[in-house]
């Protein structure tokens, strides 16, 4: 029998429904207004996404929703060069990011998961640079669609690219992580709640359409916004500072021009402006034309007819007024800049500007640069979580492992390169401080090793030392010499010269010790 719990309990914070406390209560609801049950397993609401047949509609400029936005972004990324330039930045900063995979436990089957995805994603047909450059594409595009591509392991002599592979234990690994082109988008499919189900396309060169589930995807975003499969580029905020920055560089290419040639007059007979008859339409027509293409060019030239009416002047002439002062009212150039300072500061790139105009304090760039790397981070991070949710355990589940602690993770390395001069100085004082000892601490020391592109310690490295004990006797200058050479004491060779030779050292070492004290 289910009971319900009283008002007076004062359990029912907020005013919203009474839960039920029989076994029935992980599953309904019951509204006193109402007396209705709730199942809290289904879905009441959904995300708000504007959205008709799969088309999503929730940019309000018209020219950057669907596939006439992506060509917008498209002409925005490869037309201007400031956009292109921290583009570029981005782009290759992050490929040079080192990336790793973390096995989720300590068994032996943990690290065969890790070196099971590790070598994965050395042998797709892409490499991992080129895959990266073609996920960053959601960064100017808002979203970048991955098909996911499998294929069986089945050795390097293969001619099926399917089953091509520099292993041959029949695992299903991935043939390629392919990029779906945002500007082939046709719509996307959506469940009635707004789950994603995919995507359809129509591309070249057969503009055939097609459907890629998500299931064997990856969608990457710049981030989530009613769960709209489209995100928002992080060119969206610089779209109007490169609108008018585009037609500002236009006006200023014309005028540039025109400054040149000077303003076009012509003088024609009055009967050709009137157009009474069909001759004086196609003149006037034609001398339109040639004030309208007069440029300073290599094909530069005007042909007129030489007419003098009855008193001896031209009835048709051409002249160009240049203009009387060599500074227009506004500064084109300055204007230019501002907005390519605003397109900048969209993406926290403005540093890129510092110096340009002959300002900027090394303290200012620091700050803007720790803020522009900072959002680097989060874009890795962004990437690694959708591999990590999406990409790995499908993988894993599509093989034969079992007893797992979990999925193993991919992580990826710092962007910003240590100062080395900053670190040392930390150390050192916190160890004058008696707060740090690397003594004995080898992953310090392999870390300091890292940073500083140094080798990691050998893990059989000794002190001198402690390599060769003065008070050896000749048994164990005779272990030393079956763990150097890997021969043992009754083989033939040579033990006199070897012995010699480690009492010459030996002898050599104490001698250097005696020096020093």
């Known amino acids: 029998m289910v009971k319900k719990i009283e008002t007076n309990q004062n359990t029912n914070f907020g005013g919203g429904p009474q839960v039920e406390t029989s076994a029935e209560a992980t599953l309904n609801y019951t509204y006193p207004e109402t007396n209705a049950k709730i199942n809290i397993f289904a879905e009441s609401g959904v995300t708000g996404l504007t959205r008709f047949g799969g088309f999503v509609m929730e940019e309000w400029l018209t020219e950057l929703q669907g596939r006439r936005g992506a060509y917008t972004y498209r002409e925005m990324r490869d037309n201007d060069a400031v956009i292109g330039a921290l583009l570029y930045a981005i782009e290759m900063i992050i490929r040079q990011v080192k990336w790793r995979i973390e096995a989720a436990g300590k068994t032996s089957q ?19 640079g080129d895959t990266m450059s073609e996920i960053l594409t959601f960064l100017p595009f808002g979203w970048s669609y991955m098909e996911l591509c499998y ?77 709209s499969p489209e995100s ?38 009055p009967e050709v402006i009137a157009q009474k008859t069909p001759e004086a339409q196609l003149a006037y027509s ?28 031209k009835l048709y002439d051409i002249q160009l007024l240049s203009s009387g002062s060599t500074r227009r009212q506004f500064d084109t150039n300055q204007i230019i800049i501002r907005y390519e300072q605003r397109i900048a500061m969209t993406v926290l790139a403005d540093f890129l500007m510092l110096g340009h105009n002959v300002s900027g304090s090394y303290a200012l760039a620091s700050t803007k640069t720790s803020l522009f790397l900072t959002s680097l981070r989060t ?61 004995g601490d080898e992953d310090a020391e392999n870390y300091l090793r890292t940073v500083s592109n140094m080798p990691k310690k050998s893990e059989i490295f000794t002190k001198p030392s402690e390599q060769i004990n003065t008070n050896s006797d000749e048994d164990e200058l005779m272990g030393i010499e079956k763990s150097m050479c890997g021969c043992d004491k009754h083989e033939t060779i040579d033990r006199q010269i070897f012995i010699d030779a480690i009492q010459e050292l030996r002898d050599s070492i104490k001698k250097d010790g005696a020096k020093n004290e």
């Open 151 to 227: 294929k069986k392991r089945l050795g390097p002599t293969q001619k099926d690219p399917n089953k091509k592979s520099k292993f041959t234990d029949g695992r299903i690994g991935w043939k390629k992580w392919a990029i779906r082109a945002q500007e082939t988008l046709w719509r996307w499919r959506f469940q009635p709640d707004g789950t994603i189900l995919g995507m359809e396309q129509i591309a070249p060169p057969d503009y055939k359409l097609r459907y890629i589930p998500i299931e064997k995807a990856l969608l990457f975003r710049v981030r989530s916004n009613k769960n």
């Open 379 to 439: 874009i890795l991070q962004n990437i690694a979580d959708v591999i990590n949710t999406h990409a790995i355990p499908r993988l894993i589940d599509l093989n034969d492992f079992s007893d797992l602690s979990g999925y193993p993770k991919i992580v990826y390395d710092e962007v910003e390169k240590v100062d080395l001069a900053a670190l040392g100085d930390f150390i050192q004082k916190v160890s004058g401080a008696g707060g740090l000892n690397l003594e």
């Open 110 to 128: 943990d690290i065969d998961a890790m070196n099971f995805i590790d070598g994965c994603l050395e042998d797709m047909s892409m490499s991992w």
């Open 286 to 313: 034609q001398y339109k034309k040639i004030l309208n293409n007069i440029r300073r060019d290599a094909q530069e030239g005007l042909m007129m007819p030489l007419v003098y009416d009855e008193k001896g002047n």
């Open 232 to 269: 928002r580029s992080i060119l969206r905020s610089a779209y109007r500072s490169w609108y008018f920055l585009k037609n500002v560089q236009e006006i200023e290419g014309i005028g540039v021009e025109r400054d040149l040639a000077g303003y076009p007059i012509m003088w024609v007979p």
